[in-house]
């Protein structure tokens, strides 16, 4: 399958098994799932025919890790970045000392200012290494790379999750746990 056709599915997938799923007449069930049966019917009743191995090779092949099967393969879901209510069923988990976030430079005098906000999405999403965060940072321009003090943030009373793909999540990083660690 061409890579142009997987980008196409991840982005159709993304769009909605995070943000919109009513839009092609799902729901999802608490922990972000919904049966395979049901999306591939739901993407060919809305003209996005995916077939079932181009849904395997898109979770298989994401750079990111953006979508997961569950144990039998008969459920998939989005592993973070939901903006839809839906209960992620997600575990409080310890952190590391120190966590990353990138960013465009046009946000860094507001995260400066009122730290890191989860926005549309039920939260913040950071990465345990430089390299990532780097490239998530590129995507809004200029990247700009925040060390986040997690372990002074879990001591504070932080809470913290760590999706399957490995992105950290919390809900708000105020200003004085970061500190700017490199631009571009």
Request: glycine share 8%.
């Amino acid at each position: 399958m061409s890579n142009s056709r997987l980008v196409k599915i991840s982005k159709f997938l993304s769009k909605h098994l995070r943000h919109t799923p009513e839009e092609i007449g799902i729901k999802l069930a608490p922990g972000g799932w919904v049966a395979v049966d049901e999306l591939l019917m739901a993407c060919a009743n809305h003209k996005f025919i995916i077939t079932i191995t181009e849904l395997q090779e898109v979770v298989a092949t994401s750079d990111k890790k953006r979508f997961a099967f569950d144990s039998t393969e008969t459920l998939i879901r989005a592993n973070q970045g939901h903006s839809t209510a839906v209960d992620l069923l997600l575990e409080p988990v310890v952190p590391t000392d120190v966590l990353y976030h990138g960013t465009g430079n046009k946000s860094v005098d507001a995260i400066m200012q009122a730290g890191i906000s989860k926005m549309s999405r039920h939260h913040v999403h950071l990465s345990s290494d430089i390299a990532t965060a780097k490239i998530v940072g590129a995507r809004h321009g200029k990247p700009v790379i925040f060390a986040v003090d997690t372990g002074k943030m879990y001591e504070d009373g932080y809470i913290f999750y760590c999706s399957d793909n490995g992105v950290w999540l919390v809900d708000h990083v105020p200003p004085e746990y970061l500190h700017k660690i490199s631009s571009g």
